[in-house]
C-alpha cells in the first residue's frame, strides 16, 4: 500500500499508550492492510478536526508506543491538546480510538450461524482450561469483538479467579435453564468484566454450585428430549449478542461436556474451524491419557449425532524447559500429532498466579508479560481461521 505521506518527511514522536488499545491498533491496521503509523497520522487529522469532545482514554499501566508523524504534526497537536485541555499522550490515544471506531473489522459481519464457539476441554484436572479459556476471552475483547465467557464448571474456578460470586443453589443458573426451571432471562445472569481494556464488551456466565447435578439431572429430565442439545437451547437467545462465546468445561465424561462438545459442532453453513474444542494439556504423559478419552468422547459422539466436531488444536500450558527431557519430549510429541496442532505453547510464569491471587484479568494486570502475549496469539489465530 502507498503510504501518504513521504518516509523522508517523519519525525518520530514516542507516546505512552496502554497494551489493550495498541494490541487493537495493530490487529485492525493488519486486518485493513494499513500502516499503522498511517492510520495513527489519520487518527490525528480526524480528531483535529472533530470539535466534539471525544471521550477520555484511560491511559493506566500505559507502556511506550513510537511511531511516525509527518513533520509538523506533532507540534499542531500538541497546541490542540493545550486548547482542549488534555496531554498529548491522551490526545493520540483518543486519536487512535477515533481510528478504530471509524474503521471497524472487516472480520464483523452478521454471522448466519450465530456466535462462534469455543469450548476449552480435557478429561484432566490442572491442565490450565480455565486460565485459557479466559485469557483467550480477554484477547479476543480486547481487539473489538463481543464476548461472553461461561464458567460450566461446578467448582467454579474462573468465577472465583475473576473476583465474582458464584450464583447460589436456589437462584437462576445455566443449569436451570438447560433443565427448563430457570425463571426470567438468562442474560440477566451474566456480569460484565468492567477493566477498561476490554470496552464493555466482555461479559461473565457465572458458575452456580447446582451444576454438580446437571448430569444426573439430564439423564432424567422430559424437558430435552435430545440431552446433548441442552446447552444449545439454553444459549440460543443470547447467540446474536456476541461474536465469541468461550465455555470452560469441567473434566467430565458425562452429559454436561456432550452438550458442551455438541454446541461447538461446525453448524450447516459455517466455515470449518471456526468453532469447535481448544484442548489445554501439559507437557507430561498425563495429558496425553486424558486426550486419548476426549478424543474417544468426541468421535463417539459425532458418530452417534452424524456431526463434525472440529479440535481447533492443543495449548501446551505452563511450559517450562528447564524441566528437562521430560518436559522437551513431550512438547515434542503433542508437535508431532500435526492434527490437530500446537497453536501456542503458554510459558511458566508467575503473572498468571499473580492476577488470579489478585482477582484480576490477566491482560490487565500484566499486559505485557509471555502469557499475555500468549493468549493474544491464540485470540488472533481463533480469528483467522
Same mark, same amino acid.
Given at each position: 500500500?502507498?503510504?501518504?505521506?513521504?518516509?523522508?518527511?517523519?519525525?518520530?514522536?514516542?507516546?505512552? &499508550?496502554?497494551?489493550? #488499545?495498541?494490541?487493537?491498533? $495493530?490487529? =485492525?491496521?493488519?486486518?485493513?492492510?494499513?500502516? %499503522?503509523?498511517? *492510520? !495513527?497520522?489519520?487518527?490525528?487529522?480526524?480528531?483535529?478536526?472533530?470539535?466534539?469532545?471525544?471521550?477520555?482514554?484511560?491511559?493506566?499501566?500505559?507502556?511506550?508506543?513510537?511511531?511516525?508523524?509527518?513533520?509538523? &504534526?506533532?507540534?499542531? #497537536?500538541?497546541?490542540?491538546? $493545550?486548547? =482542549?485541555?488534555?496531554?498529548?499522550?491522551?490526545? %493520540?490515544?483518543? *486519536? !487512535?480510538?477515533?481510528?478504530?471506531?471509524?474503521?471497524?473489522?472487516?472480520?464483523?459481519?452478521?454471522?448466519?450461524?450465530?456466535?462462534?464457539?469455543?469450548?476449552?476441554?480435557?478429561?484432566?484436572?490442572?491442565?490450565?482450561?480455565?486460565?485459557?479459556?479466559?485469557?483467550?476471552?480477554?484477547?479476543?475483547?480486547?481487539?473489538?469483538?463481543?464476548?461472553?465467557?461461561?464458567?460450566?464448571?461446578?467448582?467454579?474456578?474462573?468465577?472465583?479467579?475473576?473476583?465474582?460470586?458464584?450464583?447460589?443453589?436456589?437462584?437462576?443458573?445455566?443449569?436451570?435453564?438447560?433443565?427448563?426451571?430457570?425463571?426470567?432471562?438468562?442474560?440477566?445472569?451474566?456480569?460484565?468484566?468492567?477493566?477498561?481494556?476490554?470496552?464493555?464488551?466482555?461479559?461473565?456466565?457465572?458458575?452456580?454450585?447446582?451444576?454438580?447435578?446437571?448430569?444426573?439431572?439430564?439423564?432424567?429430565?422430559?424437558?430435552?428430549?435430545?440431552?446433548?442439545?441442552?446447552?444449545?437451547?439454553?444459549?440460543?437467545?443470547?447467540?446474536?449478542?456476541?461474536?465469541?462465546?468461550?465455555?470452560?468445561?469441567?473434566?467430565?465424561?458425562?452429559?454436561?461436556?456432550?452438550?458442551?462438545?455438541?454446541?461447538?459442532?461446525?453448524?450447516?453453513?459455517?466455515?470449518?474451524?471456526?468453532?469447535?474444542?481448544?484442548?489445554?494439556?501439559?507437557?507430561?504423559?498425563?495429558?496425553?491419557?486424558?486426550?486419548?478419552?476426549?478424543?474417544?468422547?468426541?468421535?463417539?459422539?459425532?458418530?452417534?449425532?452424524?456431526?463434525?466436531?472440529?479440535?481447533?488444536?492443543?495449548?501446551?500450558?505452563?511450559?517450562?524447559?528447564?524441566?528437562?527431557?521430560?518436559?522437551?519430549?513431550?512438547?515434542?510429541?503433542?508437535?508431532?500429532?500435526?492434527?490437530?496442532?500446537?497453536?501456542?505453547?503458554?510459558?511458566?510464569?508467575?503473572?498468571?498466579?499473580?492476577?488470579?491471587?489478585?482477582?484480576?484479568?490477566?491482560?490487565?494486570?500484566?499486559?505485557?508479560?509471555?502469557?499475555?502475549?500468549?493468549?493474544?496469539?491464540?485470540?488472533?489465530?481463533?480469528?483467522?481461521?
Amino acid at each position: 500500500m502507498t503510504a501518504p505521506y513521504s518516509p523522508d518527511d517523519r519525525e518520530k514522536v514516542v507516546a505512552k &499508550l496502554p497494551a489493550g #488499545l495498541r494490541q487493537e491498533l $495493530k490487529i =485492525r491496521a493488519a486486518e485493513l492492510g494499513v500502516d %499503522i503509523k498511517d *492510520a !495513527v497520522t489519520d487518527g490525528v487529522h480526524a480528531w483535529r478536526a472533530d470539535s466534539v469532545s471525544r471521550p477520555q482514554v484511560d491511559l493506566a499501566g500505559g507502556t511506550s508506543f513510537a511511531t511516525y508523524f509527518p513533520t509538523g &504534526l506533532y507540534g499542531e #497537536l500538541k497546541d490542540d491538546c $493545550k486548547k =482542549r485541555g488534555v496531554a498529548a499522550n491522551q490526545g %493520540i490515544a483518543q *486519536a !487512535v480510538r477515533l481510528w478504530l471506531d471509524t474503521h471497524p473489522s472487516p472480520r464483523r459481519l452478521p454471522r448466519s450461524t450465530g456466535a462462534r464457539r469455543l469450548i476449552f476441554g480435557n478429561q484432566k484436572g490442572g491442565v490450565g482450561k480455565t486460565a485459557t479459556a479466559n485469557g483467550t476471552a480477554q484477547g479476543l475483547a480486547e481487539v473489538g469483538n463481543r464476548v461472553l465467557l461461561i464458567d460450566f464448571d461446578p467448582q467454579g474456578h474462573l468465577t472465583k479467579q475473576l473476583g465474582y460470586p458464584m450464583l447460589d443453589i436456589d437462584e437462576p443458573s445455566l443449569a436451570k435453564h438447560m433443565l427448563g426451571e430457570g425463571k426470567g432471562e438468562l442474560r440477566d445472569l451474566l456480569v460484565p468484566i468492567e477493566e477498561s481494556g476490554f470496552g464493555g464488551r466482555l461479559f461473565l456466565l457465572p458458575a452456580c454450585r447446582d451444576a454438580f447435578l446437571l448430569d444426573a439431572k439430564l439423564a432424567t429430565s422430559r424437558h430435552v428430549r435430545i440431552k446433548e442439545t441442552a446447552l444449545e437451547k439454553a444459549l440460543e437467545p443470547l447467540e446474536k449478542e456476541y461474536d465469541y462465546i468461550v465455555v470452560d468445561c469441567p473434566p467430565s465424561l458425562g452429559y454436561s461436556m456432550d452438550t458442551a462438545l455438541y454446541y461447538s459442532r461446525t453448524r450447516d453453513g459455517e466455515a470449518n474451524y471456526s468453532s469447535g474444542v481448544v484442548i489445554p494439556v501439559l507437557a507430561e504423559d498425563s495429558s496425553a491419557d486424558a486426550f486419548d478419552m476426549l478424543a474417544d468422547q468426541i468421535q463417539d459422539l459425532s458418530e452417534d449425532m452424524g456431526i463434525d466436531i472440529a479440535m481447533l488444536g492443543f495449548i501446551v500450558n505452563m511450559y517450562d524447559s528447564r524441566k528437562g527431557y521430560i518436559a522437551t519430549s513431550s512438547l515434542a510429541a503433542w508437535q508431532e500429532i500435526g492434527d490437530p496442532p500446537v497453536i501456542a505453547v503458554v510459558p511458566e510464569l508467575k503473572e498468571q498466579r499473580e492476577a488470579v491471587r489478585l482477582k484480576q484479568p490477566l491482560l490487565t494486570y500484566a499486559p505485557d508479560c509471555e502469557q499475555s502475549e500468549a493468549m493474544r496469539s491464540i485470540a488472533q489465530q481463533v480469528m483467522a481461521a
